[in-house]
């Protein structure tokens, strides 16, 4: 039984999340932003390379260089300069998943459920991302059911009520279809997003 609820934990956050997944990183307070804070502060950018692909390491070196250069000449600068290369880092990070850069955007746009898979990996423990994932996923499930049962029971009354049985139909089978096909994804390689 655990191992099911992984699975479908697992292929909720896949599924559902996948939008908001994505654009943790583009964040301010995302893991690719902050690992770059801590660079900066260090003036070490080897943290960094994890998060671009090998062909891009000298273009990171080289505007991390440039960067702690310039945030040594004023408060502004410094800024500016960081500004510039946390831009300039997630931009190449987004171009090595495959994922078009929208620009940063704050903190307060990392979805809860994502903070709290950043959390669960710093402490160590998955219990309650868990939870909260599978109550997300039975609720889903659920919603969608309910619409496509209820609809189901009038969609022969008329033309609108046909289309909107089958409207209901669609959405509830494509997130089961969805749901469906993570599981038979492997679980590693690949282009990881988040």
């Known amino acids: 039984m ?10 909720f956050s896949a ?6 997944a994505e654009a943790h990183c583009d964040t301010l307070a995302g893991p690719v932003v902050l690992t770059a804070k801590a660079a900066l502060e260090k003036s070490d950018v080897t943290p960094l390379l994890k998060w671009v ?7 990171i070196k080289e505007a991390f260089n440039k960067t702690l250069i310039v945030r040594k000449l004023s408060a502004e600068a410094k ?3 960081d500004m510039y290369f946390f831009e300039t880092l997630v931009r190449i990070h ?4 495959g994922a078009p850069y929208t620009g940063l955007k704050p903190g307060e746009a990392v979805d809860p459920a994502v903070a709290l898979a950043d959390e669960s990996l710093k402490t160590g423990a998955v219990e309650k991302l868990t939870e909260v994932l599978t109550g997300a996923m039975a609720k889903g499930l659920h919603e969608r059911f309910q619409r496509a049962l209820e609809a189901q029971k009038h969609a022969d009354h008329s033309v609108a009520a046909g289309r909107e049985f089958v409207e209901a139909y669609i959405i509830f089978t494509h997130f089961v279809e969805g749901l469906r096909s993570q599981m038979k994804a492997p679980a590693e390689g690949g282009v990881h997003s988040h």
């Open 94 to 97: 987004r171009a090595g998943e």
């Open 53 to 59: 692909k090998k062909e891009h390491e000298n273009e």
């Open 79 to 81: 800024e500016l300069a």
């Open 2 to 11: 655990k191992i099911a609820a992984i699975v479908i934990i697992l292929i």
């Open 15 to 20: 599924v559902v999340l996948q939008g908001i």
